[in-house]
């Protein structure tokens, strides 16, 4: 059992910076890797940035030179830091944790937080 709990989101005039923070409590040596995703009002949930299996970076292309994203494992915290920020970039924003369980059978299984708004004014 993993808990995700997002914090950091709010509302910036375009061209501003957020950073966003992700405290994952529970299980955290089943997690395999763990990623930002954003849901638009009428849109799909896409993914904005992940790290791989092997610990590389992947980005939408959407958000390329503008958002980092890191960890720290000591406190179990991931973030996004956003920068230069766009009206197109308004969501909701969901951390997400891609975890290996064992019981009932070995599968893996996505763990998600309940989102934080970010809105971006032009």
């Known amino acids: 059992q993993v808990q995700l709990v997002e914090s950091g989101g709010g509302l910036v005039q375009a061209g501003g910076s957020l950073r966003l923070s992700c405290a994952a409590s529970?299980?955290?040596?089943?997690?395999?890797?763990m990623g930002w995703y954003r849901q638009a009002p009428g849109k799909q949930r896409e993914v904005v940035a992940g790290f791989t299996s092997g610990d590389s970076t992947n980005y939408a292309d959407s958000v390329k030179g503008r958002f980092t994203i890191s960890r720290d494992t000591a406190k179990s915290t991931l973030y996004l830091q956003m920068n230069s920020l766009k009206p197109d970039d308004t969501a909701v924003y969901y951390c997400?944790?891609?975890?290996?369980?064992?019981?009932?059978?070995?599968?893996?299984?996505?763990?998600w937080g309940r989102g934080t708004q970010v809105t971006v004014s032009s």
């Open positions: 529970g299980s955290i040596s089943s997690i395999l890797n």
């Open positions: 997400n944790a891609r975890s290996l369980r064992t019981t009932p059978s070995v599968r893996v299984y996505d763990y």
